[in-house]
């Protein structure tokens, strides 16, 4: 298996694909195959290794939902609850219909930010995605200056830009895990990122992941490429109102794309969502929750809009932050009913197999991501065949 996998990573990178990459293959918590290949720092002609930090970007979303979960478990948070309940600036809410602003019929249950059918999105050039565009116009903005936005107030400027569809009536994938990190922060009374840090880095031994990386860990954070008219180039890209340096704790921890980790890291809290909860000995989140956690939550109504923009996800759902198999049948992919996981904009990659015991992560930091997307199912295929 290591063998397959090395030559995938080897040939993609020889092909101009990626600059570098790594993949790690665990079963039943066991380590069973880690593979590097390519460059980190295509300039100072740095290998990528197995402490190599990633962006993550929305591999972020199911730290963030488990995050969620904790508090559900503690009876802090109801998941049927009103959003605003909690984030009170979200009572009165506008849909955003043919150019016109009219109440929302129903608010935003907590649920509907986990299920991605609250009706807040990411930018894009529909009339609500170019005013959410606009906060995230502003968020980039601030990022570099002496007052940057913080999760509150994106959070607060989201509810005021209103919605694209009455919540839980369609699934939009948009920043509804941003809001969640202003919540959790409102029931905490901390920071997004010291309740991470309290509840999960500092109990899973996830030394390497944050929101920042410290100038002693920074060479270690990969570069991100883009492909030019010569080949590969580094792109210096601040997405999403996230330093690209990430050289500061930011203002704005994001729950949708915020975190930075290594493949081990991560690892740990994959092994710690199939172990039930439990991490060596410590309890980390209930069975209770983490079974709820890893089921998908689009009722037969939504998951049409599912399929609408991502054709790959026929056979699955979608729930808590995360996709979920539903007919291994339908995917493109070797997959077993009830895995589940998520992926990065740069092409990271997460999965969890608990009817095999397997999980699979990947290291990238590409954009354009169809060819890392490509190389990612081809590896997730070798591993299933293999160890499934």
């Given amino acids: 298996m290591k063998e397959k996998i090395f030559a995938a990573l080897q040939r993609a990178v020889e092909h101009g694909d990626i600059a570098g990459a790594n993949v790690l293959v665990l079963k039943d918590g066991m380590e069973q195959a880690y593979c590097e290949y390519g460059l980190r720092d295509m300039e100072h002609k740095e290998g990528m290794s197995r402490d190599t930090i990633f962006r993550m970007y929305s591999q972020t979303k199911p730290i963030t939902a488990a995050a969620v979960m904790l508090l559900v478990a503690q009876g802090k948070l109801d998941l049927s609850g009103w959003l605003g309940e909690y984030l009170p600036y979200f009572w009165d809410v506008n849909v955003i219909q043919d150019g016109t602003r009219v109440p929302a019929k129903t608010p935003i249950m907590v649920r509907d930010l986990m299920n991605m059918t609250s009706g807040i999105v990411y930018p894009d050039d ?128 994001s729950g949708g794309a915020g975190l930075c980790s290594t493949l081990d890291d991560y690892a740990n809290f994959a092994r710690m969502l199939l172990n039930g909860g439990n991490f060596q000995g410590k309890q980390i989140l209930p069975q209770a929750a983490v079974r709820h956690l890893t089921h998908g939550g689009l009722n037969e109504r939504q998951k049409p809009y599912l399929y609408e923009g991502w054709v790959w996800m026929r056979g699955y759902t979608y729930g808590n932050l995360m996709r979920v198999c539903e007919d291994e049948s339908q995917t493109t992919l070797f997959a077993g009913k009830g895995e589940y996981g998520w992926d990065g904009w740069l092409g990271t990659f997460f999965s969890n197999e608990p009817k095999y015991g397997i999980t699979l992560l990947f290291g990238v930091q590409q954009i354009g991501m169809g060819q890392a997307a490509t190389l990612v199912r081809k590896i997730k295929n070798i591993v299933m065949g293999e160890l499934a």
């Fill in 126 to 253: 529909t009339p609500c995605g170019i005013l959410c565009g606009k906060i995230f116009g502003e968020l980039a903005d601030r990022l570099y200056g002496n007052n940057p936005m913080t999760t509150q107030e994106f959070a607060g400027k989201i509810a005021k830009a209103g919605l694209a569809f009455e919540p839980g009536e369609q699934f939009r994938y948009g920043a509804s895990a941003d809001i969640l990190g202003a919540l959790i922060e409102e029931i905490s009374g901390m920071s997004f990122r010291d309740f991470l840090m309290e509840n999960f880095f500092g109990p899973l031994g996830m030394k390497d992941t944050d929101f920042y990386v410290p100038q002693e860990k920074r060479s270690r954070l990969a570069k991100v490429y883009d492909y030019g008219e010569a080949g590969l180039v580094e792109l210096r890209t601040d997405h999403l109102g996230l330093r690209y340096e990430r050289d500061v704790v930011p203002a704005f921890q």
